[in-house]
């Protein structure tokens, strides 16, 4: 299984951004997925998971924000970023079953 992040890049606050993560091989629709989250100097944290069944969860900073969803027909992962803030500038990962990951996708805001 590979996951491939794109959709990354650099916005003006207050600025939006589509994160994509495509799957390449199977991934059991069981499987939660997950954005993460990692900044400069700081650990990586979760920022949002959907599970199986539809629901989802957020961190507190991203809540209102950001919107997870998830596509099994195609295999595909997202991650909606609205009102981007500076603090929002990291490198942002995609997880599947906890066990996948993928490379990672720069955004930055300024």
């Known amino acids: 299984v590979q996951l491939v992040e794109s959709g990354g890049g650099s916005v003006q606050a207050g600025g939006s951004l589509r994160l994509s993560c495509a799957a390449s091989?199977?991934?059991?629709?069981?499987?939660?997925r997950q954005w993460y989250r990692q900044a400069p100097g700081k650990e990586r944290e979760l920022v949002s998971t959907?599970?199986?069944?539809?629901?989802?969860s957020y961190a507190d900073s991203v809540k209102g924000r950001f919107t997870i969803s998830r596509d099994n027909v195609k295999n595909t992962l997202y991650l909606q970023m609205n009102s981007l803030k500076t603090e929002d500038t990291a490198v942002y990962y995609c997880?599947?079953?906890?066990?996948?990951w993928g490379q990672g996708t720069q955004v930055t805001v300024s």
């Open positions: 959907i599970r199986s069944d539809g629901t989802t």
């Open positions: 997880a599947a079953c906890l066990t996948y």
């Open positions: 091989g199977y991934i059991s629709s069981r499987c939660a």
